[in-house]
């Protein structure tokens, strides 16, 4: 499979602890982008990298949330202290190196419930 | 800040027929690029469509098209002969063209979403 691909598919966790998600690219895709899609709405940005460095970040990413992609590869979001608005489900999305309109593909999402 | 507005939480088609989805958007800048993601049920988006608003032509990618009014800012799309594969969310998305230029979020946004249900 040569797709995105985002581990765990589905976490549930109580309020208060911390949880990490982690996102494989398609090979060769230096940028790399994480969104939050709350029920009924469409996915929102939060994050992107370009190879290793984080060159946006959404006001939507507060202190408490952390994203690394250390060797410009694979990527983790990190959600510490975690509170029942941040269920939701939690999309990562890569793109090839810039031409043109640069299609972003989408994995299959990480759910997160809060209990 | 750029808005994408979807109007239609749901619409409902019979098969083979056509279905037009609407999508509406707010921008300050010339340049950018237009998109509609699908979203099937517990599956992974997909790009759909996409246009470039500096192309007048309206895209068309088989039993998909767009209708671009830049003027108005609309960008609705048009699937014909309607299958129950089409079954799914649909998503307008809007992205900065001056990404390209190296300036620019990179960062796609997202409408709510129109959940489009294939009547057999």
């Known amino acids: 499979d040569t797709g995105v691909s985002q581990d765990p598919r589905h976490k549930i966790t109580k309020r208060g602890q911390n949880v990490t998600f982690r996102c494989d690219p398609i090979?060769?895709?230096?940028?790399l982008y994480w969104y939050r899609q709350t029920l009924g709405q469409g996915p929102e940005f939060l994050t992107y990298f370009q190879n290793e460095a984080q060159l946006e970040k959404s006001r939507l990413l507060s202190d408490r949330f952390s994203a690394e992609r250390p060797k410009g590869s694979f990527s983790t979001l990190e959600i510490q202290r975690t509170e029942q608005g941040d269920s939701a489900m939690y999309l990562c999305?890569?793109?090839?190196?810039?031409?043109?309109?640069?299609?972003?593909?989408f994995g299959p999402g990480t759910r997160l419930t809060v209990l | 800040a750029q808005t994408v507005t979807q109007s239609q939480p749901e619409m409902s088609v019979q098969e083979a027929e056509t279905v037009t989805l609407s999508c509406t958007y707010d921008?300050?800048?010339?340049?950018?690029?237009l998109f509609w993601y699908k979203q099937p049920p517990s599956r992974q988006m997909i790009l759909v469509i996409r246009q470039e608003a500096y192309k007048q032509q309206n895209a068309t990618e088989n039993r998909f098209s767009v209708n671009f009014q830049k003027a108005a800012k609309s960008f609705s799309l048009k699937i014909s002969d309607s299958q129950l594969g089409d079954a799914a969310m649909y998503f307008c998305a809007y992205r900065s063209f001056l990404v390209s230029s190296g300036g620019g979020a990179d960062g796609l946004t997202f409408g709510k979403g129109t959940h489009l249900i294939i009547q057999p």
């Open positions: 999305a890569s793109s090839p190196p810039l031409a043109g309109y640069n299609e972003q593909f």
């Open positions: 090979s060769e895709h230096n940028r």
């Open positions: 921008t300050s800048e010339s340049d950018y690029y």
